[in-house]
């Protein structure tokens, strides 16, 4: 059975504090990995996919990068409006079922 | 843009009731998922359909019945409306399995209260 596990649960950050948020996971046949942003009482807003170990992506502040067994969401000199939860998702051979982490949350303050 | 439309923000139901919850979507995507969000469970598959009238059980089945007969919408019932299944409720759609971008696109949710 699919399993993704993210640590840590919850992030406290002062304003341009750089971390890193970890996404590890089991998946029978990878077919992508997944990070969303979701605030409160919203849908999950799609970030990036990354489909083979060492891919990278960036979107402004965010990278996020991928190995065989887990994904890093890096955040580099954060603002307050990256406050949110970020979710990481698995997509592996099983018609492509998506399973999900529980969630980091993330609160930046200034 | 991917615009997932589900059709209430917010819905307050009493015990008992059939309930009603309508996603719509415009990127002609074939496969659909209905999630509920619980604080520390995180999101769960209620249920998936990968074409008109086809449907698979996800993780949690129990309750719930969906519909889906035309590609752009799915609909996702609770027969019996109780307490337990308080919760949002999260609308997806994604292209196939095996296409190179087959990312899930969610509507913005919807909070229902059973009484």
């Known amino acids: 059975e699919d399993q993704v596990t993210q640590s840590p649960e919850a992030l406290r950050l002062q304003e341009g504090e750089s971390s890193s948020l970890n996404c590890s996971y089991t998946v029978s046949g990878l077919r992508g990995l997944f990070w969303y942003r979701q605030d409160p009482g919203k849908g999950p807003e799609f970030l990036f996919t990354?489909?083979?170990a060492g891919e990278e992506k960036e979107k402004e502040r965010l990278k996020a990068t991928l190995t065989k067994k887990e994904s890093f969401l890096h955040i580099t000199a954060p603002k307050p409006e990256d406050s949110a939860t970020y979710l990481c998702?698995?997509?592996?051979?099983?018609?492509?079922?998506?399973?999900f982490g529980a969630g980091t949350q993330v609160v930046v303050t200034p | 843009d991917v615009k997932v439309t589900q059709s209430s923000r917010y819905l307050v139901k009493r015990t008992g009731e059939k309930v009603f919850l309508e996603c719509v979507q415009d990127m002609d995507h074939e496969n659909m998922f209905w999630y509920r969000q619980d604080p520390g469970l995180g999101l769960r598959l209620i249920y998936f359909?990968?074409?008109?009238?086809?449907?698979e059980k996800g993780d949690i089945p129990e309750g719930y019945s969906v519909s889906r007969e035309k590609k752009e919408r799915f609909s996702l019932i609770l027969e019996s409306a109780s307490t337990n299944q308080t919760s949002m409720y999260l609308c997806?759609?994604?292209?196939?399995?095996?296409?190179?971008?087959?990312?899930?696109?969610f509507g913005q949710g919807t909070r229902l209260t059973v009484v």
């Open positions: 998702a698995v997509r592996g051979d099983s018609w492509g079922k998506l399973q």
């Open positions: 359909s990968y074409d008109v009238k086809m449907k």
């Open positions: 990354l489909y083979s």
């Open positions: 997806a759609s994604s292209s196939p399995l095996g296409l190179r971008r087959s990312e899930a696109f």
